[in-house]
T-cell receptor, first 112, second 119 residues
Framework: AQSVSQHNHHVILSEAASLELGCNYSYGGTVNLFWYVQYPGQHLQLLLKYFSGDPLVKGIKGFEAEFIKSKFSFNLRKPSVQWSDTAEYFCAAYNQGGKLIFGQGTELSVKP | GAGVSQSPSNKVTEKGKDVELRCDPISGHTALYWYRQSLGQGLEFLIYFQGNSAPDKSGLPSDRFSAERTGGSVSTLTIQRTQQEDSAVYLC?????????????????FGPGTRLTVL
């Protein structure tokens, strides 16, 4: 079955540390990839997306992600996290049937 | 409106009762989706509507769940004879287009969700 995997369930970092959250998808072909963020008490918001072109995409709030086709990966990165980045992060991809499949989510806690 | 809106924001009901959850998509968005977010379960696709096409109901967990979209805009998700395992946050999202043969689909924008608690 087509799936999206996030290997880190809960990440705890101190402010100014660098962040990388893993995301892998299970199928080839054309993929449209997303990272969404859900801040405490708020709704899902789009961080960034990849449809085609430059595999390094930049999103809001200093986040970026790199699409590596050979590794079926779309990892999220930020060079220096802030306490306000504490949230749950979801990787998602459209499958070949047109459904948006989500990973299980990664909870990020940033200690001030 | 500016974003996807959902109502009510919270709903507490007794086991066995029916509930209706409403979603107002972004104006002009032809595709509308419903998801369920449960603790430890991530986001689970339920159903989506694309224009006048028949909805994709493949994610509905049982025949107690149904949804309709009137006039290509507002959607209602109905859960009949609610069970405690139905407790979750129900999310609605909309996008300009849905799937295409090229696989190029548009960004989904999410509403704030309805938190359903079945006692």
């Amino acid at each position: 079955a087509q799936s999206v995997s996030q290997h880190n369930h809960h990440v705890i970092l101190s402010e100014a540390a660098s962040l990388e959250l893993g995301c892998n998808y299970s199928y080839g072909g054309t993929v449209n990839l997303f990272w969404y963020v859900q801040y405490p008490g708020q709704h899902l918001q789009l961080l960034l997306k990849y449809f085609s072109g430059d595999p390094l995409v930049k999103g809001i709030k200093g986040f970026e992600a790199e699409f590596i086709k050979s590794k079926f990966s779309f990892n999220l990165r930020k060079p220096s996290v802030q306490w306000s980045d504490t949230a749950e992060y979801f990787c998602a991809a459209y499958n070949q049937g047109g459904k948006l499949i989500f990973g299980q989510g990664t909870e990020l806690s940033v200690k001030p | 409106g500016a974003g996807v809106s959902q109502s009510p924001s919270n709903k507490v009901t007794e086991k066995g009762k029916d509930v209706e959850l409403r979603c107002d998509p972004i104006s002009g968005h032809t595709a509308l989706y419903w998801y369920r977010q449960s603790l430890g379960q991530g986001l689970e696709f339920l159903i989506y509507f694309q224009g006048n096409s028949a909805p994709d109901k493949s994610g509905l967990p049982s025949d107690r769940f149904s949804a309709e979209r009137t006039g290509g805009s507002v959607s209602t998700l109905t859960i009949q004879r609610t069970q405690q395992e139905d407790s979750a946050v129900y999310l609605c999202a909309s996008s300009r287009i849905s799937r295409s043969t090229g696989g190029n689909t548009d960004t989904q924008y999410f509403g704030p969700g309805t938190r359903l608690t079945v006692l």
